[in-house]
C-alpha cells in the first residue's frame, strides 16, 4: 500500500512538518536560507540558491521539511531512486514575462541565461532533485481540474509503476508550497504513517492554510485514536 | 496487465504536413532547417530552424493552432468521445506572452498550456478529461510512457497524445544565450557538432487498450511495450556527462517491456547535435548494448529540435522503422564521431527485428526511454 510518511510546508509567515507536529514561525523567504542550515532542515547549502525564481525556493524548501519530516535524509554524492512530480496553478507564467521582459528591455541585444531557465514548469522540481539527489522520474502536470487529489493520486500510481522507493508530490506556489513524501509500505503498523487516501481527503480543500489546518487536524485524531 | 498500443498518428514537421512527407524528406538526406524569416535575428547566435513553411505569426491563429487545427479536425471523427487528453509542450501558445510583454494584451494567461489544452479538446470532440504534462524535451515520450501507463493499469482505455512546439523568438533568443545553437545546421553525432537547431511541430498518437483497438476493428501500427523515466539530478541544463541517468531509464524500460537488449533491432536517439547531450547517449547506449553496434539514428538534423513534440515525432518515425525494417539517415552528418562510429549512419540502416528503443532527455537532467513494438 502507499503511505504518507512525511509533509511539508511554508507559507509566507510560518512553515512546518505535518506529521512530527512542528511549526515555526519566520520573517520571509529571503531569511530561510540561513534558518533551515541553522537547523539542520538544509544538510548543505543549496548552490545558487539567490539565482532561483520564486517557485524554485518555495520548492525547495518544501521538499525539505517534507524529507525532514519522512525521516529520509539525503545527499547530493548519494542519489536515492526516488521521484519529484509537481503541479501549481500558472506554471511558469511569471518566470516567462520576468524573463521576456527583460530581453525586450534590453534592447532585444542579448536575453539572459539565468532567467531562461526557469522558463520551464519542471525547472523548481529540477533544482529540489539536484540538491536533493533524487534521481528517479520527474514531471509537472497540469489537470484541468486543479485539484491535489489528481496530483497525489498520481504520485501514488508512480510509485507502483515505476518501482521508484518513494516519490515526492509538490504543489508550490510562490507565496506558498506543500509537498508530500509518498512510499510503499507493507502495512500501516507504523503509527507515524498516514494512508493515501485520508491525506487525498484531509487536503481536499480551498485555501492553502485550510488545508494544512485539516491535514494537522487529521494527524491530532490519529494520534488520539492509536 | 492490457497492453498500450497505437491506432492513429500523424504530424505536421518542416519538411510538410503528414508523416509521409517527414519519413520520405529524412531519407532524401536533405535537411529542412532554413532560414528563420519571423522574427530578426540579428543578435542571436544563428538564424536558421526548422520552420514549417507558410506557417505565419498572426492575431488569429496562434503558431501552434495553425499547425494543430489541420491535423486535428482531419480525424475528429475518429478520436472517441470518453478519450482521455494529454498535451506536451514547453511553450504552448507562447505569442500571447510575447504581446502581452509588448503591450497588446491585457494579460499572459492565455499562453499557458491549461488553455491550449481546452482548444485542443475542442478539436478533438472529447468530454473534456485531460492534463498538460511538461518535462522539458522530453516532455511528449513522458506524455506517451503515462498514456501507456494509464492503459495498461487500465485507468483509461483511450488516450490521445498530442505533443506541439513552434520556433518563436522567446525560445531562440533563450537558447542562444546559452549558446547552445550549431551557428549553421544540427550535425547530430558529427565530429564538428556545435549545438541544436530549433524546430516546430506538432504531432499526435492516439493509444488504446488491444482489447478495445479490436473491438473498434483499428489498425495497429504498434505498441508502447516499455517505457522508463530517471532524473540525472546533477545539473540544470546540462547532462551527466557517463549518461548514467539516461543508463538507467533504458534499463528500466527494458525491465517494463519484459524483453532484453539483444531484442532491440534500432535505436531513435534524442541526437540533439550539442557536444555533451550525443556524447552522454553514445556512452549510456554503449553500455547497455556493450559492443553489439546497433542502428543508432537522430532526425534532428533534418527537422531540428523540436523541443515538446520531440519525442512523439519520433515514436510515429520509429513506428515507421519498424515497419520498413530500415532507420532513417542521420541527416548533416558528415565526419562520424569517434565515440559514435560504426553505430550512426548518413545512411539508411536496415535490421531485423521487432523491437526499438526510442530515447529522450532534457534540461533538469531528466531521461525517457520507450521500447516500441511491431
Known sequence: ?226 | MAKAVATVCDMVTSYGCGADLCWKGLFSGITAIRPIERFSTQNMQTSNAATIPGLKINKDETLVMQMLNPLLSKISADIPHDTFVILATTNGEIEFLQRYVYGEENSAKESLPDCLLEKIMLIAGTYGKGMVVSSACASSSIAASMAASMVRNKDHDCVLVVGCDCVSEFVTAGFSSLMALDADKAKPFDKNRQGLSLGEAAGYVLIMSEERAFIEKRTVIGEIAGWGMTNDSNHITGPSRDGSGLYRAILKALKSAGVSGKKIGAISAHGTGTVYNDSMEIKAIKKVFCERALPVYSVKGGIGHTLGAAGLLEIIISFRTLDKQVTPPTVNLCNIDEEAFGWVSPYPQPFESSFTLSTNSGFGGVNSALILKR
Open chain 1, 1 to 226: 500500500m502507499i503511505a504518507v510518511t512525511g509533509i511539508g510546508w511554508v507559507n509566507l509567515k510560518e512553515y512546518g512538518c505535518i506529521i512530527g507536529k512542528y511549526k515555526k514561525s519566520h520573517n520571509g523567504f529571503d531569511s530561510l536560507h540561513s534558518c533551515f542550515m541553522d537547523e539542520s532542515i538544509f544538510l548543505y547549502p543549496v548552490k545558487s540558491i539567490k539565482r532561483f525564481d520564486i517557485i524554485s525556493r518555495t520548492t525547495c524548501y518544501s521538499v525539505a521539511l517534507a524529507l525532514k519530516d519522512a525521516g529520509i535524509s539525503y545527499s547530493h554524492d548519494h542519489k536515492k531512486n526516488i521521484g519529484i512530480l509537481g503541479a501549481n496553478e500558472e506554471g511558469c507564467l511569471e518566470s516567462n514575462i520576468n524573463y521576456y521582459k527583460d530581453y525586450i528591455d534590453c534592447g532585444r541585444i542579448k536575453a539572459r541565461g539565468n532567467l531562461f531557465i526557469y522558463t520551464l514548469p519542471s525547472t523548481p522540481l529540477a533544482e529540489a532533485a539536484i540538491h536533493f539527489g533524487l534521481s528517479g522520474p520527474l514531471l509537472h502536470m497540469s489537470f484541468k481540474e486543479k485539484r491535489i487529489s489528481f496530483l497525489l493520486n498520481f504520485a501514488g500510481k508512480s510509485i507502483i509503476e515505476e518501482e521508484v522507493s518513494a516519490t515526492v508530490a509538490v504543489k508550490a506556489e510562490k507565496s506558498n508550497a506543500v509537498s508530500f513524501v509518498l512510499e510503499k509500505k507493507e502495512d500501516l503498523l507504523n503509527t507515524r504513517d498516514l494512508a493515501l487516501e485520508n491525506v487525498i481527503a484531509a487536503a481536499e480543500k480551498t485555501s492553502f492554510d485550510e488545508m494544512i489546518e485539516a491535514l494537522e487536524e487529521f494527524c491530532e485524531d490519529k494520534a488520539d485514536l492509536s
